[in-house]
């Protein structure tokens, strides 16, 4: 499995922005997923998870009510929407795959390149 | 939520040298459910260690993880210059799954 990430850019405050995780290969529908971030020169951040099946989501207290997370299996496609953006959420806010199927938290194996984010007037 | 905080902030030591990197949980990361990553500057980070001693995929044996309940150690037991970069642990016990603040491995 790859995973490219897209959809990052320049937005003001207050703004919103979705940001999109393509991968490759047929087992995608199988794998929970994440989104991770890091702000310039700073360590790692987690995000959002989803389920492999999309029932459950969780979220940092950071984003909550702010950020949804999406996945379309028969697109091998994750998103992120972020609305309400903030300073603070400036970024290069990465996806991830967890390592084992049908495993909601896991480590993550497989990282998107990572698609800046951001937030400033 | 589960805190993870790394020490040292920053090692120095020389290539052959042995590298030995901590992580402390405020609380008990229970099943041992505890990562570690090495991030070079411009890349991705890159899985090494999970359920705290597993080898991922590709990671060579000079790598590898000790610990549980709250005290966890990365060792590395020969440093590579290719060694020399980032190194974060992350917790999956519970949501939010969080990261340690990293300990830079620098010549």
């Known amino acids: 499995v790859q995973l490219v990430d897209s959809g990052g850019g320049l937005v003001q405050p207050g703004g919103s922005l979705r940001l999109s995780c393509a991968a490759s290969?047929?087992?995608?529908?199988?794998?929970?997923m994440s989104w991770v971030r890091q702000a310039p020169g700073k360590g790692l951040e987690w995000v959002s998870t989803i389920a492999d099946s999309a029932t459950s989501t969780w979220f940092a207290d950071s984003v909550k009510g702010r950020f949804t997370i999406s996945r379309d299996n028969s697109e091998n496609t994750l998103y992120l929407q972020m609305s309400s953006l903030r300073a603070d959420d400036t970024a290069l806010y990465f996806c991830a795959k967890a390592r084992r199927p049908y495993s909601d938290n896991d480590v993550f194996d497989v990282w998107g390149q990572g698609t800046m984010v951001t937030v400033s007037s | 939520e589960i805190v993870l905080t790394q020490s040292p902030d920053t090692l120095s030591l020389s290539p052959g040298e042995r590298a030995t990197l901590s992580c402390r949980a405020s609380q008990t990361v229970s099943s041992g459910y505890l990562g570690w990553y090495q991030q070079k500057p411009g890349q991705a980070p890159r899985l090494l260690l999970y359920t705290a001693s597993s080898r991922a995929t590709g990671i060579p044996d000079r790598f590898s993880g000790s610990g549980s309940g709250t005290d966890f150690t990365l060792t590395i037991s020969r440093l590579e210059p290719e060694d020399f970069a980032v190194y974060y642990c992350q917790q999956y016990r519970n949501s939010p799954y969080t990261f340690g603040q990293g300990t830079k491995l620098q010549i």
């Open positions: 290969g047929s087992t995608f529908r199988n794998f929970a």
